[in-house]
């Protein structure tokens, strides 16, 4: 089953994170300008946040 993670290492932690107003469902979360969170039971594998996000920090596997 495919899963959207969080890559920490691309993520540069230093700006409101675009992906998440993209997310259709909310489940992408941010606390000040850390990496983003997924919630995987709210998550439905729709990929919107994969392509919006610049640095390639998040990722379907």
Known sequence: MMQIAVDKNRCPE????????????GALTQKG??????DEEKCIK???????????????Q
């Open 14 to 25: 230093n700006h409101p994170c675009p992906a998440i107003k993209f997310c259709p469902v």
């Open 33 to 38: 300008y850390s990496a983003p969170v997924l």
């Open 46 to 60: 729709c990929k919107k946040c994969v392509m919006v996000c610049p640095m390639g920090a998040l990722k379907a």
